[in-house]
């Protein structure tokens, strides 16, 4: 479904970001990429979604694919019409408007079709939205936002989205909600997903594949009950003395 091959990454030409990184998302599948503050998880999806040129980044002569078509060129607002879904670090839905208004304008973005359908799906996913969808998006507590920031991805109906640390502040009891919803999109409509995180223990729970990167390369690849098994991976990052 996606494919990064040896892709380098620098930022003004000057801070290199990513080191001859590859990755790849077969279809269907649940993929996490796992790594410390500063790895380079985010620039890995900035470069597929191809943000990196508003930022002054270039992704050098390495090889992006999805769903089978090289798209180191294609816009971002084409390529969520080709498919591709990225929910942003920090959310980023639009905090005046209400909840519903953020579920319309992500459906601008395609060409208009069984767009109520989706809301309805969106509403049985996350209940909670569906109570609240009058209210302004500001003021949803972090865990509703990052729901509304996952049901405007659904809208887009996506072949493949990608999740930048969806856990990031929020109680252990949101966490879980939104991984179960993160694990039943992957197998009630067979979305592939690249999930970014740094809590590692819930990444897990729902991938199948797992990489982890260091200064901008990957470092360990692998199913995830053989990660989970790693040592090294045990003690850096589930705690495990
Ligand atoms: P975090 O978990 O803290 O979000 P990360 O693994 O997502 O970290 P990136 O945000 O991808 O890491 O950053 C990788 C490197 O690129 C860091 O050294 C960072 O300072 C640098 N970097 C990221 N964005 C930019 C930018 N817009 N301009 C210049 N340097 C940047």
Do not use: C, W
Not at 30 to 44: C, E, P, Q, R, S
Not at 89 to 109: H, K
Not at 163 to 191: C, H, Q, W, Y
């Amino acid at each position: 479904m996606l494919a990064i091959e040896n892709i380098e990454v620098s930022y003004y030409h000057t801070v290199q970001a990513l080191r001859g990184l590859s990755l790849e998302v077969p279809k269907g599948k649940i993929v996490t990429l796992l790594g410390t503050n500063g790895a380079g998880k985010t620039t890995t999806l900035k470069a597929a979604s191809n943000l990196l040129k508003l930022e002054n980044g270039d992704v050098g002569e390495g090889r992006i694919h999805f769903d089978g078509k090289n798209i180191k060129n294609t816009a971002p607002d084409a390529l969520v019409k080709q498919g591709m879904f990225h929910v942003r670090e920090g959310r980023r839905i639009f905090a005046e408007m209400t909840v519903e208004d953020n579920l319309i304008a992500a459906s601008y973005a395609l060409d208009g079709r069984g767009i109520k359908a989706d809301f309805d799906k969106v509403y049985a996913f996350f209940p909670r939205l569906l109570e609240r969808r009058k209210q302004i998006a500001g003021y949803l507590s972090g865990g509703e936002q990052q729901m509304l920031a996952f049901g405007r991805a659904m809208v887009a109906k996506p072949k493949l989205i990608l999740m930048d640390e969806p856990s990031l502040g929020l109680a252990p009891k949101i966490v879980k909600e939104i991984f179960e919803t993160i694990r039943r999109l992957n197998t009630e409509d067979g979305t592939s997903i690249l999930v970014v995180e740094q809590n590692a223990g819930v990444a897990f729970s729902v991938a199948d594949y797992g990489y982890i990167m260091e200064s901008g390369q990957i470092v360990l690849e692998g199913d995830v009950e053989t990660l989970k098994n790693d040592k090294d991976i045990q003690s850096f990052y589930l705690g495990v003395a």
